[in-house]
């Protein structure tokens, strides 16, 4: 199918091609991700993790409280952090006060930790890995974070830039609904899927993943 077909509705349903352009993502040149510094992909994951099955605007509103409770999230230091610091935050007022989440912060800090000693930054790391196998990459967040199934590690990637899709409802709708998708999203089976079309869709058009990825959201009724 020509990702040509998404484009049109897309077009109808947000009113034309400069109000659809500037409802698209930014994504980040590759140089730029080797740049941003290995706490700010802590403070993103972290972000994204107590985002998840919770009320968005509230963590937003409250992540200034968060930065300062997690002292601006340096992997270094969370990786080995005493088990008391932990106690202490799950009491703490300025962040939302889960313990299971609170705890993702040293296991996905020992993540990024691991990543550094092999690619000297995490944000390298993510540099070096290809949009046409994001499937690969989330496999391994996945396997070696904390928390990182499910479409938060999704989130986590676009907030910083990197060039991916995000299988959220409308895009799971629309890709079953073209036929493109007969498995269930999060089998592998599903996610080869979803990765061959937004390959092919990018050979054709050109257009960033994360476009496509936030076109064919659009094609939904919401």
């Not at 009320?55 to 952090?81: C, L, M, S, T």
């Not at 799950?90 to 691991?114: F, H, L, S, W, Y």
């Not at 999060?186 to 076109?215: C, D, Y």
Request: aromatic share 10%.
């Amino acid at each position: 199918m020509k990702f040509e077909s998404f484009y049109e509705q897309a077009l109808a349903r947000k009113g034309g091609e400069q109000a659809l352009k500037s409802l698209l993502p930014p994504v980040v040149e590759k140089h730029r991700l080797a740049e941003i510094s290995d706490d700010r992909y802590l403070s993103e994951i972290t972000r994204c993790i107590f985002k998840a099955g919770f009320v968005w605007r509230v963590i937003e509103n409250k992540w200034p409280e968060f930065e300062a409770a997690f002292e601006g999230f340096v992997p270094a230091y969370w990786q080995q952090v005493p088990p008391e610091v932990l106690e202490q935050l799950a009491t703490d007022e300025r962040i939302v006060r889960n313990m299971q989440k609170i705890r993702t912060v040293p296991e996905n800090a020992r993540m990024i930790m691991d990543v550094v000693k092999d690619h000297g930054s995490f944000g390298q790391f993510l540099a070096q890995w290809p949009s046409d196998d994001q499937v690969g990459l989330l496999l391994y967040l996945k396997r070696n974070g904390e928390r990182l199934g499910g479409n938060s590690a999704q989130y986590f990637l676009r907030r910083v830039g990197w060039d991916g899709f995000i299988l959220s409802h409308d895009v799971v709708t629309a890709l079953t609904r073209a036929c493109i998708v007969d498995a269930s999203p999060a089998s592998k089976k599903g996610m080869t899927q979803v990765q061959e079309a937004f390959n092919r869709w990018h050979q054709e058009t050109g257009l960033p993943i994360s476009h496509l990825s936030r076109i064919v959201s659009f094609t939904v009724d919401n």
